[in-house]
């Protein structure tokens, strides 16, 4: 819920790549705790980044 609600404030803030860059190195960084049994689960793996579409005409 925290890390959903601080990509929610990131959108705010910045463009979509750059949020789903910081969710990834969140998922990451609490991917290594699950590993390092410091954690027992992922908080961030189920938080969906924002959408981004490129279209080139």
């Known amino acids: 819920m925290h890390v ?10 910045i463009a979509a ?4 860059l ?8 609490f991917d290594w705790l ?3 049994q410091v954690v027992p689960v992922n908080p961030a793996s189920s938080v ?8 080139k005409g």
């Open 4 to 13: 959903a609600a601080y990509v929610e404030d990131l959108q705010k803030k």
């Open 17 to 20: 790549p750059s949020v789903n």
């Open 22 to 29: 910081q969710l990834a190195a969140i998922r990451m960084l």
């Open 34 to 36: 699950v590993v390092g």
């Open 48 to 55: 969906r980044g924002p959408k981004h579409v490129v279209k």
